[in-house]
């Protein structure tokens, strides 16, 4: 526990506050005496929106409105410094167009914008017709500069009237098959009576009219075939729309058309487009299977083609076929092209020509890494692995990968705690659903995934103990749609059997029987389900949402099953063991929610909220080790090392703090919430916020206050803060985030909140501040 001695301010800190005041000095201050005279410095723009009446979602128009303004003013950081405008100036003149002074005023700085750089006039039309864009009709757009000390904002007032609503929606007559498929339709429409007329909505019918066209055969058909007529003399601040098809719309593209006939080759070559050298055909699933080798079943690769001979075209057959085939991960390129063959019968024909480039099949990797975990141990690894994409030639995936690795604990005063792991796993992929029964999955646009898994594990912790683990298992994994995946473990079998310990171990477990309990050698049986929903995919959204809910189940199917076996042989014992060795018993659900709010380009707020727990029940006292919740580390709460905060107020002696047994829990709460911006080019900062713990289920003995109690566990909760910097590349992204507590849950009550101690004694950094170097985002 921390002694708060000597106190006295700490340098540093003073130094890092004054520094932060004189930027924001230099840069609130600075900028407008680089100008030259007539210049003055545009620092943004103000909207407000009048009106004499009520107007609904005036919070959203405005924000709309907002849209249409620029430039942007000079970026500020943190709200607060136009940071890269201070470069920029107090760089001076650069007489090269290269060197440091040349990157410093131009990569890093930025010039000033300026008020003669606004074209407020032109903003002002835009705005006018965003409006008009959103109903409200004959708007008018004034604007005003308010000017001090060579700074000027620019002040625009929106006058508007209620908008104008939706009457009715006309069509012309139903006189050909076209017309009558839109107006069949009618009841999806996304224009209806009594809605707002949006502009935006119209543009969203058209496409809808279009994908609804290209599903049923008309192959050439476009929304940009289609306009509207508005009508706004109805009346009562109303509008009739008349749909309309242009005059001049290409005469193929109101003409159904039908796959006559649908050619797939396996082994297209970009360099060898020829399909001269693969003359031969085979008929598979009603479709002309190029042979070109025999790299693949050809069963299994037309399963995924829902273009059929016969069938009228449709743009969701292609884009399923698409999909279905990039999903098997064995093509590189895939491409559906179609040609125009004539037409009879009053129907179009294409034929269909599908080339699919193999990706290679064999692969052998070898990869010297440094490992970075949540734990603060790094240190060399070596990585080995084996792949073959098509091991039965039905794009059946088959990985083998072996690891070594040797880590060391820093930032600790406790010195030589070394750790050396060695693993080998192996991975069977199908890309379809095997199981004993039928399972017709072939209308889905997503492939789903059979995984066969078997690893095993060594772990040697130098000076504590060495550990052996055997995994296998048996899962499913598909997707409903772009947003929802679910994964179903048919089955789970791990064993964990503790190796050699040495005499500082067995004095730690053996006063601590919740600990004991954990390392026992056992069996973990059972299946698990997990659900993820992410929208992280879909483009237009502004802001995302991510959302992940799992549950486990170990013991209860394997405790009947034994029972059931006992009954046969007349044993009237509990089955609480298996081949001797017993097997955990347990329920563990989690979740995980997290908010991406994206406020610009270079602003965002993250949040996370994750909750976890797990019952021991029947054989179990405790969970796992491996299945126990733990809190602090990299991804974590930050201002605290992996798995050294808890369980509750509990908090170890210094004599077993650092050893490799780590403070775990039965039940974890934990929120976040990162303030992510840019900084300049490929690096960006955050502030960010941590708060959480865990805690048992039942009272333990050896660790007082471990317990969770609704009435109380609300004051153990940790909360630390701290800053980060991540270098973004694109494909890595390395991340240090400085963190330090502002809660510690192990102190007693009313000393609990520490922010006080930023100032102060001999020792605080070294004691609190926890540099945290990761790979990746936190969540």
Same mark, same amino acid.
């Given at each position: ?9 700490v340098?540093?800190?003073?130094r ?5 005041g ?5 840069s ?9 005279k007539n ?12 009106s ?5 979602d005036k ?8 849209e249409?303004? &620029?430039?942007?003013?000079n ?11 201070w ?8 007489d ?10 131009y ?8 008020l003669?750089?606004?074209?407020? *006039?032109?903003?002002k039309?835009?705005?006018t017709?965003?409006? +008009? ?6 708007p @008018? ?7 001090k000390n ?5 002040k ?7 908008a104008?609503?939706?009457d $009715? ?9 076209? @017309?009558k498929t839109?107006?069949k339709?009618?009841?999806?429409s ?6 707002? &007329? ?10 809808r009219?279009?994908e609804l066209?290209l599903?049923?055969? +008309?192959?050439?058909? @476009? ?7 508005v ?5 009562n601040?109303?509008v ?7 005059d001049?719309?290409?005469e ?6 039908? %796959? ?9 070559s970009?360099?060898d ?13 009603n ?6 080798? &025999? ?9 995924g083609?829902f273009l ?6 449709s743009? *969701? ?14 093509f590189?390129?895939?491409n %559906? ?9 009053? !129907? ?36 080995l ?15 083998i990968? $072996?690891?070594?690795?040797? *880590?060391?604990q ?5 010195k030589?705690?070394n $750790? ?13 659903l ?14 789903p995934k059979?995984?066969i ?5 060594f ?5 504590y ?10 899962g499913?994994?598909w ?5 929802k995946?679910?994964?179903f ?6 064993y ?12 730690? !477990? ?7 309990s954990?390392?026992?050698?056992q ?17 237009e959204?502004?802001h995302?949402?991510?959302?992940t ?31 001797g !060795?017993?097997?955990a018993?347990? %329920? ?17 707020l993250? &949040? ?10 029947g ?14 580390g990299t991804?974590?709460?930050?201002a605290?090392r ?6 509750? $107020? ?10 490799f ?5 039965d039940?974890k709460? *934990? ?26 289920n ?6 007082s ?12 909760i940790?909360v630390?803060?701290?800053?980060g ?5 694109s ?5 240090l985030?400085?963190?330090f ?10 000393e ?22 990761a !790979?990746?985002?936190?969540?």
């Amino acid at each position: 526990m921390n002694k708060r001695k000597n106190i006295q301010p700490v340098n540093c800190f003073r130094r890092v506050l004054l520094l932060l005041g004189v930027v924001w000095l230099a840069s609130a201050c600075g900028p407008t005496k680089y100008l030259n005279k007539n210049e003055v410095l545009y620092t943004g723009a103000e909207i407000e929106i009048q009106s004499e009446e009520i107007i609904q979602d005036k919070s959203g128009l405005k924000n709309k409105l907002e849209e249409t303004v &620029y430039p942007e003013p000079n970026a500020k950081f943190l709200w607060l410094f136009r940071t890269r405008l201070w470069f920029y100036n107090i760089t001076g003149e650069v007489d090269k167009e290269k060197g440091f002074k040349y990157w410093l005023k131009y990569k890093i700085g930025e010039a000033p914008v300026l008020l003669e750089d606004v074209d407020a *006039e032109n903003v002002k039309k835009l705005m006018t017709n965003r409006l +008009y864009n959103h109903g409200h009709f004959k708007p @008018m757009v004034n604007n005003n500069i308010e000017l001090k000390n060579k700074k000027a904002k620019i002040k625009y007032i929106a006058e508007i009237n209620p908008a104008y609503v939706i009457d $009715s929606v006309a069509y012309p007559p139903d006189t050909g098959h076209l @017309m009558k498929t839109i107006i069949k339709s009618k009841k999806e429409s996304l224009l209806r009576g009594g809605q707002v &007329y949006k502009l935006e909505n119209i543009r969203k019918e058209r496409q809808r009219i279009q994908e609804l066209l290209l599903n049923n055969g +008309y192959y050439f058909f @476009m929304s940009d075939f289609i306009y509207y007529q508005v009508d706004s003399t109805v009346g009562n601040r109303e509008v009739k729309l008349y749909f309309r098809l242009k005059d001049d719309i290409p005469e193929n593209a109101l003409l159904q058309f039908k %796959v006559e006939e649908v050619y797939l080759n396996p082994n297209y070559s970009l360099e060898d487009s020829s399909w001269a050298a693969c003359p031969d055909t085979f008929e598979s699933n009603n479709i002309r299977y190029i042979k070109c080798g &025999y790299k693949f079943r050809r069963d299994e690769i037309t399963r995924g083609v829902f273009l059929r001979p016969g069938k009228m075209y449709s743009r *969701e057959d292609h884009q399923k076929t698409l999909s279905r085939l990039i999903g098997l991960d064995i093509f590189k390129f895939v491409n %559906v092209r179609f040609e125009q063959i004539g037409k009879w019968e009053g !129907i179009g024909r294409l034929y269909a020509h599908i080339y699919l480039t193999p990706e290679k099949i064999h692969a052998l990797s070898a990869e010297l890494k440094g490992i970075a975990k949540s734990n603060n141990f790094i240190g060399p690894g070596l990585e080995l692995s084996y792949t073959n994409r098509n091991i039965f030639r039905g794009a059946e995936l088959f990985i083998i990968s $072996s690891n070594l690795s040797w *880590e060391t604990q820093i930032g600790r005063q406790q010195k030589d705690l070394n $750790s050396y792991e060695f693993g080998i796993n192996a991975r069977l992929q199908y890309p379809r659903l095997e199981t004993p029964f039928n399972i017709d999955n072939r209308q889905s646009r997503f492939v789903p995934k059979t995984n066969i898994d078997l690893g095993y594990n060594f772990i040697d912790r130098v000076k504590y103990y060495a550990a052996h683990s055997l995994s296998f298992g048996l899962g499913y994994t598909w997707k409903e749609n772009i947003r929802k995946t679910h994964e179903f473990t048919a089955l789970n079998l791990e064993y964990f059997q503790l190796g050699k310990t040495t005499a500082a171990f067995r004095e730690i !477990i053996d006063d601590n029987a919740y600990l004991e309990s954990s390392f026992e050698d056992q069996f973990i049986i059972g299946p698990g389900y997990r659900w993820t929903y992410s929208d992280q995919s879909v483009e237009e959204l502004r802001h995302h949402i991510f959302f992940t809910a799992a549950t486990e189940l170990s013991g209860l199917i394997t405790e009947q099953i034994l029972k059931g076996v006992n009954s046969l042989q007349n044993h009237d014992i509990r089955p609480n063991r298996m081949f001797g !060795i017993r097997y955990a018993q347990f %329920v563990r659900l989690e979740s995980d929610l997290r908010f991406y709010q994206n406020m610009d380009e270079q602003n965002q707020l993250a &949040y996370r909220l994750f909750i976890g727990t797990g019952f021991p029940f029947g054989n179990s006292q405790t969970l796992p080790y491996s299945k126990q919740f733990y809190a602090g580390g990299t991804n974590d709460i930050r201002a605290f090392r992996a798995r050294e905060l808890g369980p509750g $107020s509990y908090h170890p002696p210094d004599s077993v703090g650092g050893v490799f047994v780590e403070q775990t829990g039965d039940i974890k709460l *934990e929120a976040n919430m990162e303030y992510r911006f840019d900084i300049i080019s490929f690096l960006k900062g955050a502030v960010f916020v941590d708060a959480g713990n865990v805690w048992l289920n039942n009272k333990s003995e050896e660790r007082s206050g471990a317990q969770f109690r609704f009435n109380s566990f609300y004051t153990q909760i940790a909360v630390g803060t701290g800053l980060g910097l991540r270098a973004d590349f694109s494909f890595l992204i390395f991340r240090l985030d400085l963190a330090f507590p502002l809660r510690k849950p192990y102190l007693p009550e009313g000393e609990r909140w520490v922010i006080g101690d930023i100032y102060g004694y001999d020792g605080w950094g070294r004691e609190n501040l926890v540099l945290n170097i990761a !790979i990746g985002y936190p969540f």
